[in-house]
């Protein structure tokens, strides 16, 4: 019996050239790929955010944070489960458009999936789709028979349920940069 368990893991960084390599090396090192991969803006100002999503076990994941932690750059690093997280993904379709408008199971399958038609051209249309992985999936197979012309899935964004105490420390590093 395997205990891995699926980990988002949550890094606070300055966006200084090289990080993402140092960082995806010490993933490197230990053979762990990356089930999915982000980064945007953080709630603060000049700070970012890396979400990574993997498969380990507790204590690696441990030690994967640890030394992501020690990289001059990282903030700080957190790491979760699915249940201690909301998370979400989105997916872009691009659709030939004459499959729009002679089936009708089309625009049933875009309903029932809740997504949202955000372009139509005459040759083609572009459906967008937020949810989780298993949902955005579904949806690709299902418009495969149907002219798929394109397809991409971001990474997963998540935010924690609990309170990370990320805020102080970012405030604070805020700060320092304002008074430099």
């Given at each position: 019996m395997s205990d891995f368990t699926k980990y988002t893991i949550s890094i606070y960084t300055e966006n200084n050239v090289g990080l993402l390599n140092r960082i995806s090396a010490i993933f490197l090192k230990r053979h762990i790929d990356f089930i999915s991969f982000s980064t945007?803006?953080?709630?603060?100002?000049?700070?970012?955010?890396?979400?990574?999503?993997?498969?380990m076990t507790e204590s690696g994941v441990r030690k994967i944070v640890q030394q992501i932690e020690k990289q001059i750059d990282v903030i700080r690093a957190f790491y979760h489960t699915d249940e201690e997280t909301i998370f979400q993904e989105?997916?872009?379709?691009k659709v030939k458009s004459s499959s729009l408008f002679e089936e009708r199971q089309i625009q049933n399958m875009i309903k029932d999936s809740h997504a949202n038609i955000v372009t139509v051209s005459?040759?083609?249309?572009v459906i967008e789709k937020t949810g989780f992985r298993d949902e955005i999936e579904?949806?690709?197979?299902?418009l495969a028979p149907h002219g798929l012309l394109q397809f991409v899935r971001s990474g997963r964004i998540?935010?924690?349920k609990e309170k990370m105490g990320i805020s102080e420390i970012l405030n604070t590093f805020n700060h320092k940069i304002k008074t430099k």
């Open positions: 945007s803006q953080s709630e603060i100002p000049d700070v970012f955010r890396f979400i990574i999503v993997v498969n989105s997916a872009l379709y005459p040759e083609f249309f579904a949806l690709r197979e299902a998540s935010i924690s």
